[in-house]
């Protein structure tokens, strides 16, 4: 049973800097697509970042491009999002997500397999 598991939400200042961690279980995460959402209070989850099982392809949604960095720890077992220059509008629970490189970066969730349960990101300004 895949499970992933999220950590490293908070508050934090503007312009400020936090690393979201997602431990996975059940699944080499060297073998799988990985990929970032979050949901802003009343709006709908989108995709933020993805990885491709290689690590040579990586997507950003365009309001993240340039502050936010996917990466993984194959000895952790462990997806990252280190998050810099901090926006309110960054404000949201993120979810960490596990399937098809496609289906990461278009946001088609119904097609993802494993889901993580979310953590808090809030941005004061």
């Known amino acids: 049973q895949v499970q992933l598991v999220e950590s490293g939400g908070g508050l934090v200042q503007a312009g400020g800097s936090l690393r979201l961690s997602c431990v996975v279980s059940?699944?080499?995460?060297?073998?799988?697509?990985m990929g970032w959402f979050r949901q802003a209070p009343g709006k709908e989850r989108e995709s933020v970042a993805a990885m491709d099982w290689s690590g040579d392809s990586t997507f950003y949604a365009d309001s993240v491009k340039g502050r936010f960095t996917i990466f993984r720890d194959s000895a952790k077992n462990t997806a990252y999002l280190r998050m810099n220059s901090l926006k309110p509008e960054d404000t949201a629970v993120y979810y960490c997500?596990?399937?098809?490189?496609?289906?990461?970066?278009?946001?088609?969730?119904?097609?993802?397999?494993?889901w993580g349960q979310g953590t808090l990101v809030t941005v004061s300004s």
């Open positions: 997500a596990s399937g098809s490189y496609y289906f990461l970066i278009n946001g088609i969730e119904n097609n993802l397999d494993a």
């Open positions: 059940g699944r080499t995460i060297s073998s799988y697509d």
